[in-house]
């Protein structure tokens, strides 16, 4: 008889934890083979082509035959296809399994309630409990940290105009910086942005502190992307009537 192993036990747990909620005339609230993949957290193995096939081999398979050896209810019917001419219903080799036809339909709603009323503590271990799955495991990754050297062309500004202009603010406003549109304000320096009313990239200029707006990053950020192009930012007015709406 062949014996669980930790996949094919945390399978057979996710699948218990489902029991109090299966019922095999509501095929829509079990489980289908994509969504236990994930919810296990494993990667589509090389050589397979759909989730349910890379799930055979990470354990529905042991688990399979394992029910079937010892006995118990076939309780890997829980998961079925989502779609195809077989929606809604486990597997073919699920039938296979048990030497049945898919469509002995009194023989599998018979089987979820024996699995429903049948005591699977004695297999399952507290080790095996499955804990949510981390950003780590469910997000797409790629290598980063790298040290790279690039040659860029930058557009020069003036650093101590834009001192200038922080200084400004912070006398306007009795000794702390305040976002000119949203009226944020705070004594560090660093949570602050100073914005060129008419970008940069339109061209080579002399620039005053009267050029300059003193915006917290996020009314920063609203000035150009909801002005009319990249060279046109949304003028100091239209920022505070933007925000006006949104707050609403």
Not at 116 to 142: C, H
Request: glycine share 10%.
């Amino acid at each position: 008889m062949p014996q669980l192993d930790k996949q094919g036990r945390q399978l057979l747990k996710l699948l218990v934890d489902l029991l109090p909620s299966a019922d095999p005339d509501r095929p829509e609230i079990l489980i289908t083979y994509t969504q236990v993949h994930d919810r296990l957290g494993l990667r589509i193995l090389p050589g397979t082509r759909t989730a349910g096939q890379s799930l055979q081999a990470q354990g529905l398979n042991l688990l399979g035959g394992w029910t079937r050896d010892k006995g118990t209810p076939g309780i890997t019917g829980l998961i079925i296809n989502a779609d195809g001419e077989n929606k809604g219903m486990p597997g073919s080799g699920f039938w296979k399994l048990y030497g049945k036809k898919g469509t002995e339909w009194d023989w599998f709603r018979e089987e979820i309630h024996r699995c429903k009323n049948y005591d699977w503590s004695p297999y399952l271990i507290a080790s095996d409990v499955l804990r949510p799955l981390s950003l780590v495991q469910i997000m797409p990754s790629g290598e980063e940290g790298k040290r790279q050297l690039k040659e860029v062309w930058k557009i020069a500004r003036k650093g101590d105009l834009r001192l200038e202009a922080l200084k400004d603010n912070k006398n306007r406003y009795e000794g702390i910086y305040k976002c000119e549109a949203c009226s944020f304000g705070d004594d560090s320096e660093g949570l602050f942005d100073v914005h060129h009313i008419v970008p940069l990239a339109v061209g080579h200029r002399k620039s005053t502190v009267a050029d300059l707006l003193v915006l917290c990053p996020t009314c920063h950020r609203i000035a150009h992307c909801k002005g009319e192009h990249v060279l046109k930012p949304l003028p100091l007015l239209e920022i505070r009537a933007w925000l006006e709406v949104h707050r609403s």
